[in-house]
């Protein structure tokens, strides 16, 4: 019984029983919310906040109060980079890819120095970060949208590719993989678990945990990256805030996924449940007619429920 009781309480199943609550509470509210295609095009969404959310947990993950507000800003910026630099081109799809990487990393990169080396909080040297990306794309573009989308791109996020399936939902699905094999099977990932668990016992032990946790933030800034070529593709144009809604919601869906935010206690699986949740959510308050203003406070709720109930933990670690 007590197993029971312990498997139902896990954060992957309630997550997914909340699934199935929305879905069938969203078809209620608006008949046809549960229907295949819609779902898809849920999936569709779920499959770009994931993405952006996979960076965030390796980076919770590490532990010391991780956490990286910086992604919207890199999301943008990419979508921004991609845009130009492929203009509406298939031939200019890899170019971009390893422009929209680089950028990525460089700014991941440039946190994870800031964290490290000048010991700056993760909280403020990820929101200054947030600041200058800001500033950056609005001298940049002055807030006009620019770029566009190659149409094999386009179609790679939006069209069937195998089994009915678009491709961003295979690369999500690749994601999920990757990111299962490198924090199971990988020294790599057993170190994440270490450092985010006691870093100075990991220390102790021999893990570089300075170049570490360097590392996480540059993945972090690469697979928010990945996202904004990937919204590029679902949008068919970037503009310089395309971004911004990716910063709050990576968090819970990572926090919905039973990601400790006090670090070394967590997976993607349950992060990948937590970005299809709050997909569906945010799918339920556009239908009522909930604007922008009230679904960021519903997710703010949201964040500070869930940390009561088991984001930080008992175990928060000094």
Same mark, same amino acid.
């Given at each position: 019984?007590?197993?029971?009781?312990?498997f139902?309480r896990?954060?992957?199943v309630?997550?997914?029983?909340?699934?199935v609550?929305l879905l069938?509470?969203g078809? @209620?509210?608006? =008949?046809?919310?549960?229907?295949?295609g819609?779902?898809?095009?849920?999936?569709i969404?779920?499959?770009?906040?994931g993405?952006?959310?996979a960076? +965030?947990n390796?980076?919770?993950?590490? *532990?010391r109060?991780?956490?990286d @507000?910086?992604?919207g800003g890199?999301?943008? /910026?990419?979508?921004?980079?991609a845009?130009?630099v492929m203009?509406g081109?298939?031939?200019g799809?890899l170019p #971009?890819?390893?422009?929209?990487?680089a950028?990525g990393a460089?700014?991941g990169?440039?946190? *994870?120095l800031?964290?490290?080396l000048l010991?700056i909080p =993760?909280?403020v !040297?990820t929101?200054g970060?947030?600041g200058v /990306?800001?500033?950056?794309l609005?001298?940049?573009?002055m807030g006009?949208? %620019? *770029? +566009?989308?190659?149409?094999?791109l %386009?179609?790679?996020?939006? +069209?069937?590719?195998?089994?009915?399936?678009?491709?961003?939902?295979?690369?999500?699905?690749?994601v999920?993989?990757?990111m299962?094999?490198m924090l199971h099977?990988t020294?790599?990932?057993?170190?994440?678990?270490a450092?985010?668990?006691?870093e100075?016992?990991?220390?102790?032990? $021999?893990?570089?945990?300075r =170049?570490?946790?360097?590392?996480?933030?540059?993945i972090?800034?690469m697979?928010a990256?990945?996202a904004g070529l990937? @919204?590029?593709g679902?949008?068919g144009?970037s503009?310089?805030?395309?971004?911004?809604?990716?910063?709050? &919601?990576?968090?819970i869906?990572?926090?919905f996924?039973?990601?400790s935010?006090?670090?070394?206690k967590g997976?993607y699986?349950? &992060?990948? #449940?937590g970005?299809?949740?709050?997909v569906?959510l +945010?799918?339920?308050?556009?239908t009522v007619?909930?604007d922008e203003?009230g679904?960021q406070?519903?997710? $703010?709720?949201?964040?500070?429920?869930?940390m009561t109930?088991?984001?930080?933990g008992?175990a !928060?670690r000094?």
């Open positions: 019984m007590s197993q029971m009781i312990s139902v896990q954060p992957v309630v997550a997914l029983t909340l699934i609550v069938y509470l078809q @209620l509210l608006s =008949p046809g919310f549960a229907t295949g819609q779902i898809l095009r849920l999936l969404v779920a499959a770009l906040l993405i952006v959310a960076g +965030q390796v980076v919770i993950l590490g *532990g109060e991780g956490i @507000l910086s992604v890199v999301v943008s /910026l990419s979508a921004i980079i845009g130009n203009n081109a298939d031939s799809i #971009a890819i390893a422009a929209c990487l950028a460089f700014f990169l440039l946190n *994870g800031g964290v490290t010991r =993760p909280l !040297m929101l970060m947030l /990306l800001q500033g950056l609005v001298v940049i573009r006009i949208p %620019s *770029g +566009q989308a190659a149409p094999a %386009s179609r790679f996020v939006t +069209q069937p590719l195998v089994f009915g399936l678009p491709g961003i939902i295979w690369l999500w699905i690749a999920g993989l990757l299962a094999f099977r020294v790599f990932g057993h170190r994440i678990y450092i985010g668990s006691n100075h016992a990991a220390y102790m032990a $021999g893990v570089p945990v =170049p570490m946790r360097i590392a996480l933030f540059a972090s800034g697979f990256a990945l990937c @919204l590029l679902y949008s144009s503009f310089a805030n395309v971004g911004e809604q990716y910063t709050l &919601t990576s968090i869906a990572v926090v996924g039973g990601t935010l006090a670090g070394g997976g699986t349950g &992060t990948m #449940a970005a299809v949740l709050l569906i +945010q799918g339920i308050l556009t007619n909930i203003s679904r406070m519903v997710f $703010g709720a949201t964040l500070l429920l869930l109930f088991y984001g930080r008992r !928060m000094a």
